[in-house]
């Protein structure tokens, strides 16, 4: 029988000496950036920041805290050791292939060409079936924390579409630091108080092959910081449609590799299978998810006669009187709004009372109404998809550090 309450309580003993290793607080440091870079593009679009980067920050804390005993149960539960895996190659190598994009910096790429090295010119020498088993654990805690949390910080943004100018969507950029307990094999002799007695069928992805066998192998559970991130746009559906939908994805996938590591723990040939299917899965997830964002009718589109709402500031006006993303403003107090200024010049009129007409996004008319007594009405809470097509915000796609040299390489030299 799996000891699972005897894992749990060495997983919680052993998880926060993972806050006593500097790299989780420089792994923090660069969540919060990341954050008030999110929070300086709020403040110009909006006026004010909807959510602080410190409580965000506090946010990713927590569900990586619960995203690091999950991925420790599982990483234990299948027996993953860390033990030759190789990542003194792989992090160098990802570093590098972030250079080239962003998005490459994933265990996937590296942790996929590093096998195939070491399967095709045997070096480095690395536990190939363990790496890649540690790779689809790690994805694993990555799709549970985007289903969950993916959301939650989503970022309205501009881009400019060819079909129909400047549309909306929400920029969705989520960042976990994940204390995580790993298992390295070793041999030797611990007292009893210190040791859990495995089952016969444990562990399900085979240790080294020069481990393999021997009756005094112990496995010890190390604490280790992990960085997790989630990059993604929702254009054609809402935030949350789009991060777990992506989640989704991104389970079947880690389902799968495990599966083929497990597999190439017992049989060579399923080696070449899961260091191949690693990036390539995972790239072609990412290929198909933004073609079918970008081939899919935007949500929001500007309208023809109105402006369309992108998002609102909670607790504002708009908020109170029941607008929601996708509703259309026809007017304000009878006044024809055909533009983004238009809002803007009402509402500088402070008027003590308010009523909209709007167009849901499933077409019914309805009129809703607010009083503002007695200083009046001073701001509308809403973000609108503009009809200008200078907007300062558009979204492009992130380059690597490589690519943006050359662009700057180029610009001087004109």
Known sequence: MFPLLSIIRFILEGIPLSLANPFFWMVLMIIWLQYRRTAEMEEKMFGFVRESPGRKTLYSILAGLLGGIIGSLVIVFLGISITEAGLTYVWPLAILLMLIHPRFMCFSYAGGIISLFS?????????????????????MVESL???????????????????????????????????????????????????????????????????AGREDLIYLMVPVVAA?????????????????????????????????????????????????????????????????????TPLFTPPERGVRVLDLVKGSPA???????GDVLLAINGR??????????????????????????????????????????GMLGVLVVPKNREVPFVVVEEKGLIERLKKLINRKSN
Do not use: C
């Not at 399967?119 to 994805?139: K, N």
């Not at 929400?170 to 210190?194: C, H, K, N």
């Not at 908020?319 to 993303?325: A, L, S, T």
């Not at 402070?350 to 007695?374: C, N, Q, S």
């Open 119 to 139: 399967l095709i010119f045997g070096f480095p020498e690395i536990d190939v079936p363990g790496l890649m088993a540690l790779v689809g654990s790690l994805h």
């Open 319 to 325: 908020d109170k009187m029941g607008i929601e993303p």
């Open 336 to 377: 024809p709004i055909w533009a983004e200024d238009d809002v803007r010049i009402i509402v500088e009129t402070r008027p003590t009372y308010v009523w909209l007409d709007v167009v849901k996004p499933d077409g019914e008319f309805r009129t809703v109404e607010m009083a503002a007594y007695p200083e009046g009405m």
């Open 145 to 211: 924390l985007i289903f969950a949390t993916g959301d939650l910080n989503s970022a309205p943004v501009f881009i400019h579409d060819d079909r129909y100018g400047v549309i909306g969507g929400f920029s969705l950029q989520e960042f976990w630091p994940v204390p995580i307990m790993m298992l390295a094999v070793t041999a030797g002799q611990l007292s009893a108080q210190d040791m859990v007695n495995m089952p016969d069928w444990w562990p399900i992805v085979k240790p080294p092959a020069g481990w």
């Open 228 to 296: 997790l991130g989630y990059g993604d746009i929702a254009l054609s559906r809402t935030p949350r449609s789009r991060s777990r939908s992506s989640a989704v994805n991104l389970l079947f996938f880690s389902i799968a590799l495990l599966f083929f590591s497990i597999m190439a723990s017992r049989i060579s040939a399923f080696k070449y299978v899961a260091a191949v299917f690693a990036p390539v899965a995972h790239e072609t997830l990412i290929i198909l998810g933004k073609r079918r964002e970008k081939q899919s």
